[in-house]
T-cell receptor
Framework: GAVVSQHPSWVICKSGTSVKIECRSL??????MFWYRQFPKQSLMLMAT?????????EQGVEKDKFLINHASLTLSTLTVTSAHPEDSSFYIC?????????????FGPGTRLTVT | DAKTTQPTSMDCAEGRAANLPCNHS???????VYWYRQIHSQGPQYIIH???NNETNEMASLIITEDRKSSTLILPHATLRDTAVYYC????????????FGKGTLLTVNP
């Protein structure tokens, strides 16, 4: 299957600082990528849909000014958590769909664990 | 997209087949059934998907009932590494292919 990478795999930052997470599709071009957040013992929650060359679409309740998404190329989407607070500590996961695939399956990155102190 | 119902947890002995059920009684004609799994502290992994017919790949088999209201994911010879949360998701590909994850089934494979 297709490969999606994320960087960094984990990050610790101080409250009030910003953190950027990268999501890359390694062997296919992804016009659409997705960002999820997962709190301990909970399921994945979709935060936003990232479309190459256009603005991201955020799910209800997700602050677009706090979670900045940029999808500047067909293989890279970034999520920036601005002015991070301890409640933003979570597991952030991206996914991408190969537009040339027959089905609608998505391929997920390994996740980035963010800890805000 | 239609809602799915899965058991909270299941156990399976190593080497035996693991059969994970999913109920999707409100599925519509153009919706696919997808299965993903998430091993602890990792990103989800795509397993298999189907529309009407049963499907098999190197990881698993998917059995969809004739009325499409339920399905079963079969791991033919479960190993300890198959311990994970398994998610059954119904998706039509609309709305930019967004996936809605439920709580899934925690499958524990025991030695």
């Amino acid at each position: 299957g297709a490969v999606v990478s994320q960087h960094p795999s984990w990050v610790i930052c101080k409250s009030g600082t910003s953190v950027k997470i990268e999501c890359r599709s390694l062997d296919f071009q992804a016009t659409t990528m997705f960002w999820y957040r997962q709190f301990p013992k909970q399921s994945l929650m979709l935060m936003a849909t990232s479309n190459e060359g256009s603005k991201a679409t955020y799910e209800q309740g997700v602050e677009k000014d706090k979670f900045l998404i940029n999808h500047a190329s067909l293989t890279l989407s970034t999520l920036t958590v601005t002015s991070a607070h301890p409640e933003d500590s979570s597991f952030y996961i991206c996914s991408a769909r190969d537009p040339l695939a027959v089905g609608y399956e998505q391929y997920f990155g390994p996740g980035t664990r963010l800890t805000v102190t | 997209d239609a809602k799915t119902t899965q058991p909270t947890s299941m156990d399976c002995a190593e080497g035996r087949a693991a059969n994970l059920p999913c109920n999707h009684s409100t599925i519509s004609g153009n919706e696919y059934v997808y299965w993903y799994r998430q091993i602890h502290s990792q990103g989800p992994q795509y397993i298999i998907h189907g529309l009407k017919n049963n499907e098999t790949n190197e990881m698993a088999s998917l059995i969809i009932t004739e009325d499409r209201k339920s399905s079963t994911l079969i791991l033919p010879h479960a190993t300890l590494r198959d311990t994970a949360v398994y998610y059954c998701i119904v998706n039509s590909g609309g709305s930019n292919y967004k996936l809605t994850f439920g709580k899934g089934t925690l499958l524990t494979v025991n030695p």
